[in-house]
């Protein structure tokens, strides 16, 4: 099969799905798995068009249930395929969950590495969709604390399909969060990839360092433009690799504006947000001008739809954030 | 209550006191040789059970699993298996491991503390033990699919086509992950034979809590045939895996085989099977031992007492192997652990293996013992 081209703009979705489909067509022994992930594309079109293009023998629509998805796929990995399974919605990954941990995160360990994992584990995640329960959560800190996975959140177009390919190659079992309320949303595509397991700055400030992942980017990159109003100049990080965190351009950041605020919508007890602030506050603790501070999910099951937008961060809580870190 | 269903007899070729039978569709198709080699596997496999529960009860053990009571089920299956073959195993497939010719050592190496895995499943075609219950039968369906994916069977070509043996226990059968195993293999029509030894007890807990039906016919509920078969007669187990994996590697499908054994032993050293178990039934099937029925057949076919002889002294020289080797086993040491966690391992790992290693360096300066 001849390379498709790549693309140079499209959809967060869109993005996956030519990523995957680059990667598929560089190594047949690359497989995707899933619920409805055939003929119907997912239910978010993510693969939409692979299996007429690759054959259902590649793009295999698995029996229901994602315990059973996940350990076919490591004996699969054993066999020497590569794996992407898709868990259709962040809410259905606890069937899967002695799978994930016991299981995927353990095998290249207690083989003392001689049995490779390289398997990627594509989780729509998030609220912000007026969607029914167990399709809104943010189960990643789950994963996160689990020694032996590596987790990454994608936030644009370009990552999107940039990330997935870099997240098959590796020879590491991979938990791929997508923030699917920014599925539909567009952007350039360009021709080179930052390394997988680094954080970026994607908007440079002086006044406060906003460090988030996945779909909460959009949102403090939102906030970020408002409070310029205000005179403020924010500093927006992505952070791209939850597991392992890339704290360089954190800390760097930190210890030039003093002032930090993690956001996502996660609950927050032992959120991501935990974990960073602990960090940061062991290796910035004399630059910081106030405490690291947090804007998340409370911790609540995930509340019924009409309710989300009070749960979920939004520009307001973020910038009332800055507001008491730059008054402490 | 619901009336049982009522169990086939189990397949047999090999009666308790040692009879050969015969059965209309399976036939043992060795010589009495290849029946010798099958007896010194049970004599050795039992010995190596026996020597792990002496080590455990000698503290050089934090605890083993006695196969002791299975050891046909398992010689029996494992000796079916060709090379090319794929087994995954549970945690108490110690006589399959022996089959697959993992060195023994290795066994007691897991129970003893030294390590989690111990061997290369892909060269040696044996996965590692499986300690969360039933969950291995999904890796190995996955495996059978990959052979499946890459056309390795349906050819005819005995030592090219590939199948797979996944084994478990009466008490897996309640997992979801088991009946998730089921519903793939046939959905695929993947390579594999589901080999479950019905050793009557999940720790404490009866088969009848398990299964109101035979377990062998769960298997036609999810559209692959399953058997019976007398788990402690060595020939009919290899005779029913034999043709079982035959089918596998043919394309033909996975099949269920319930072997009926029993745990003789405790369910592991920390167990207490007084607390629950009538010693009655224990001594019932004391008298369809598998490997007695073995030496009866031998003995009264003229095999030698010399062989029987020489196969003792086999065993106690194994003893003694096993005994010096597990006491001179390497302690692992934490500080390697840190980069065997991912293939490409990350800076927070390597930064946390520095942390202890400077921390116990400290000790070492100060000339404190660790």
């Known amino acids: 099969m001849s390379a498709t081209a790549a693309p140079t703009r499209g959809s967060i979705a869109k993005a996956i799905n030519a990523g995957l489909r680059a990667a598929m067509e560089r190594d047949d022994k690359v497989l995707v798995m899933g619920e409805d992930v055939g003929a119907l594309g997912g239910v978010f079109r993510v693969t939409d068009g692979l299996q007429k293009d690759f054959g259902e023998g590649r793009v295999i629509d698995t029996p229901l249930g994602e315990s059973g998805i996940l350990g076919s796929a490591i004996g699969l990995g054993m066999r020497g395929f590569r794996p992407v399974v898709e868990i259709q919605f962040d809410g259905f990954v606890y069937p899967a969950y002695d799978q994930i941990v016991s299981q995927v995160a353990k095998l290249y360990h207690r083989s003392a590495g001689r049995v490779k994992v390289p398997m990627v584990i594509r989780i729509p995640f998030g609220g912000g969709i007026g969607a029914v329960e167990h399709h809104s959560e943010s189960p990643e800190a789950q994963f996160v604390m689990t020694a032996g996975l590596k987790v990454v959140s994608c936030a644009s177009p370009h990552d999107a399909y940039w990330m997935i390919q870099q997240a098959i190659a590796s020879d590491d079992p991979i938990v791929f969060m997508e923030p699917k309320r920014r599925y539909w949303e567009t952007g350039e595509i360009g021709d080179a990839a930052d390394p997988l397991h680094v954080s970026r700055i994607v908007r440079p400030g002086s006044s406060a360092t906003l460090l988030t992942y996945g779909p909460m980017v959009r949102t403090c990159l939102d906030a970020a433009l408002a409070a310029e109003a205000d005179g403020l100049d924010l500093e927006v990080i ?33 959120g991501l947000g935990a974990e960073i602030a602990a960090r940061v506050q062991e290796e910035c603790f004399y630059s910081l001008e106030a405490p690291v501070l947090r804007v998340t999910g409370y911790d609540l099951p995930y509340p019924p739809s009409r309710a989300e937008e009070e749960f979920l961060p939004d520009l307001d809580r973020v910038l009332e954030a800055v507001d008491r870190s730059l008054a402490f | 209550m619901s009336t049982p269903v009522p169990s086939p007899p189990p397949v047999q070729l090999l009666t308790p006191d040692g009879r050969r039978t015969d059965h209309a569709d399976y036939a ?49 299956s494992g000796r079916a298996l060709s090379s090319q073959d794929f087994a995954f195993p549970t945690y108490r497939e110690h006589g399959v491991a022996w089959c697959r010719g993992i060195d023994p050592v290795k066994l007691l190496g897991l129970f003893r503390g030294v390590e989690l895995g111990g061997w290369d499943p892909e060269a040696e075609r044996f996965g590692l033990y499986s300690i969360v219950i039933g969950a291995q039968t999904l890796h190995a369906v996955g495996y059978a699919m990959g052979i499946g994916l890459e056309g390795a069977v349906g050819h005819g070509v005995p030592d090219r086509d590939e199948a797979v043996l996944a084994y478990f226990g009466d008490g897996a059968t309640s997992q979801g992950d088991v009946n998730e195993a089921f519903i793939w293999a046939a959905s695929f029509q993947a390579p594999v034979v589901f080999f479950c030894q019905n050793n009557q007890w999940a720790i404490s807990v009866p088969l009848e809590r398990q299964t109101k039906v035979p377990l062998a016919q769960r298997a036609q509920g999810f559209g692959f045939p399953g058997v019976r078969v007398d788990g402690n007669d060595v020939l009919a187990v290899h005779a029913v895996t034999t043709e079982a994996l035959r089918r596998a590697r043919a394309g033909e499908g996975p099949m269920f085989v319930e072997a009926v054994t029993y745990r003789m032993g405790a369910h592991t050293t920390s167990d207490d099977p007084s607390r629950y178990r009538d010693p009655a039934q224990t001594e019932e099937w004391r008298q369809r031992d598998p490997l007695a029925r073995v030496e009866a057949y031998l003995r009264s076919t003229g095999t030698a007492e010399s062989f029987f ?24 040491d934490l500080a390697d652990l840190f980069d065997l966690v991912h293939h490409e391992t990350t800076p927070e790992l390597a930064a946390q293996r520095e942390e202890y290693r400077a921390y116990r360096a400290g000790f070492e300066t100060e000339g404190v013992a660790r």
């Open chain 1, 238 to 270: 992505d952070l791209r690799t939850l597991s392992p965190l890339d704290l360089g351009p954190v800390l760097e950041s930190v210890r030039r504006t003093g002032r930090a605020v993690v956001v996502h919508e996660a609950s927050r007890t032992l």
């Open chain 2, 28 to 76: 043992f198709a060795g010589d009495d040789e290849s029946i010798r080699a099958l007896y010194r596997d049970l004599v050795l496999v039992r010995r190596i059970d026996t020597e792990g529960t002496a080590l455990q009860r000698h503290g050089e053990l934090g605890l083993w699993a006695p196969c002791l009571g299975q050891e046909a089920a398992q010689v029996g």
């Open chain 2, 309 to 332: 002889a020489d196969l003792e002294h086999e065993a106690e020289q194994l003893g003694e192997h096993l005994r010096a080797a597990c006491k001179a086993l390497p302690e692992p």
